[in-house]
C-alpha cells in the first residue's frame, strides 16, 4: 500500500502554537534593561543630537559675545563644560551599547521565531504537494478506468 499524507486534522495537531517574540522580549527585560533601552532610544536619535549640538553652540556664542556682565560662564568655565559633556558621553555611551545589545537580541529572538514559521510551512507545503500528487494519480487512474470502458 502507498504511503498515505497525513490528513488535515493531523495537520492541525503537529502544528504548534506562533510564538509572539516581541511580547516575551518585553516581558523578560529587567527594570534596568527598560531604562536603558529607554534612554537609548532616546539618546540615539538626530533629535537628541540637535538638542545637544545646539545647545553648545548657544551656550558658547552666548559666553563670547554677550556683554561681560550678562555671561554666565566665563572663558575657564567653558573647559568645565567640556568635561561636563564629555562625562555624559562616557555615561551614555555603555546604556547606548546595552540597548544595542538587547535589540540584537530581540532581532535574534525574532529571527528564529521566523525560521521557525518557515520550516514549519515548508513542511505543510510538502504535505500540499503530496495530497496534490495523491489526487493526481487518483484521477489518472480513473480516467483509465473510463477509457477502458
Known amino acids: 500500500m502507498e504511503h498515505q499524507p497525513p490528513s488535515l486534522t493531523e495537520l492541525k495537531q503537529l502544528r504548534k502554537k506562533i510564538r509572539n517574540v516581541n511580547l516575551e522580549h518585553k516581558q523578560r527585560l529587567s527594570f534596568l534593561e527598560r531604562l536603558a533601552l529607554a534612554i537609548g532610544d532616546r ?70 521565531v521566523d525560521f521557525s514559521i518557515n520550516t514549519q510551512a515548508e513542511q505543510e507545503i510538502e504535505v500540499v504537494l503530496q495530497h496534490l500528487e495523491n489526487q493526481n494519480k487518483m484521477i489518472v487512474e480513473i480516467l483509465e478506468r473510463l477509457e477502458k470502458r
Open 43 to 112: 539618546v540615539g536619535s538626530a533629535g537628541f543630537f540637535a538638542i545637544i549640538f545646539t545647545w553648545t553652540l548657544l551656550w558658547l556664542i552666548w559666553n563670547m559675545t554677550a556683554p561681560t556682565a550678562w555671561r554666565f560662564d566665563p572663558y575657564p568655565a567653558f573647559v568645565m563644560w567640556l568635561f561636563i559633556s564629555n562625562m555624559i558621553q562616557l555615561l551614555l555611551m555603555p546604556l547606548i551599547m546595552i540597548s544595542q545589545s538587547l535589540h540584537g537580541r530581540h532581532t535574534e529572538a525574532r529571527a528564529e
